[in-house]
């Protein structure tokens, strides 16, 4: 958990899908919109790789990520709270 000021980062919420090795989790996060021609909401989907240093989160945990520097190919991320 990361005590820098977070206050210019991002933060996105999802469920936690994958506990990834060590201190890696695979967060997926939804957002609906509605579609522009039909007037329909769609919900769609992507997963972020996050750094977890204390290896807390689990499968199906609700959580909060915030911006990080990379700490390798896809963690940009890294868990902020856990809801």
Known sequence: MSTT???FKRKLTGAVVSVSGSKSIVISV?????H?????????SKK????????????GDTVTIIES???SKLKKWELFTIN
């Open 5 to 7: 000021n977070t206050k």
């Open 30 to 34: 939804s957002r609906r919109f509605k």
């Open 36 to 44: 522009p021609v039909y007037s329909k909401f769609l919900t769609r």
């Open 48 to 59: 972020y790789h996050a750094h977890d240093e204390e290896c807390k989160a689990t499968v």
């Open 69 to 71: 520097r990379p700490h």
